[in-house]
T-cell receptor, first 114, second 111 residues
Framework: ELKVEQNPLFLSMQEGKNYTIYCNYS?????LYWYRQDPGKSLESLFV?????AVKQEGRLMASLDTKARLSTLHITAAVHDLSATYFC??????????????FGKGTKLSVKP | DGGITQSPKYLFRKEGQNVTLSCEQN?????MYWYRQDPGQGLRLIYY???????QKGDIAEGYSVSREKKESFPLTVTSAQKNPTAFYLC??????????FGSGTRLTVV
């Protein structure tokens, strides 16, 4: 059974600081996703990481994937208030080569304070 | 523009009542999914369908039913057997290695 664990679950940061959110998963997968969710809203896709060593950056967010360690990180640089949201990682459980199902972590609620 | 449409946005259910949540996509995606989200929690898979006329149970299928008669549509029925249905329901669709697209969600409340 595929399990996805995120930490921390809650993160309070000051503006301008850096921090990293970690996502560990329990079985082999080559596809990992990061999503952002604002309160009461749907999921916004941030990054899709498809291979070992993949690194993607968008603005103050950078995501990386290490499939050997079964670990992905979401690094926040110089946080600003607009980044306050809940961030989810999700792993694609692929069965027999076909696209399978997304298994989600519990999410990291990020609060950026002035 | 292509996307996923969920309706209604808010839904109220009385005890013992069945309700159906709509999910329609015009992305030509083969696979569709239903997820449930409880406050402060991640998303849990209810049902998924990889192809028309076929669907599989996810982790929390009890008390729910689905159909997939058309590629574009994947309605979810919350039956009276689901004892704690109050949650946020998200529908998604996907195409191989092109990621997942989520709808805007339906918030279901038991009254």
């Amino acid at each position: 059974e595929l399990k996805v664990e995120q930490n921390p679950l809650f993160l309070s940061m000051q503006e301008g600081k850096n921090y990293t959110i970690y996502c560990n998963y329990s079985t082999t997968s080559d596809r990992l996703y990061w999503y952002r969710q604002d309160p009461g809203k749907s999921l916004e896709s941030l990054f899709v990481l498809l291979s070992n060593g993949a690194v993607k950056q968008e603005g103050r967010l950078m995501a990386s994937l290490d499939t050997k360690a079964r670990l992905s990180t979401l690094h926040i640089t110089a946080a600003v208030h607009d980044l306050s949201a809940t961030y989810f990682c999700a792993v694609d459980m692929v069965d027999g080569g076909s696209q399978g199902n997304l298994i989600f972590g519990k999410g990291t609620k990020l609060s950026v304070k002035p | 523009d292509g996307g996923i449409t969920q309706s209604p946005k808010y839904l109220f259910r009385k005890e013992g009542q069945n309700v159906t949540l709509s999910c329609e996509q015009n992305l030509n995606h083969d696979a569709m999914y239903w997820y449930r989200q409880d406050p402060g929690q991640g998303l849990r898979l209810i049902y998924y369908s990889q192809i028309v006329n076929d669907f599989q149970k996810g982790d929390i299928a009890e008390g729910y039913s689905v159909s997939r008669e058309k590629k574009e549509s994947f309605p979810l029925t919350v039956t009276s057997a689901q004892k704690n249905p109050t949650a946020f329901y998200l529908c998604a669709s996907s195409y191989r290695q092109r990621g997942y697209t989520f709808g805007s969600g339906t918030r279901l409340t038991v009254v």
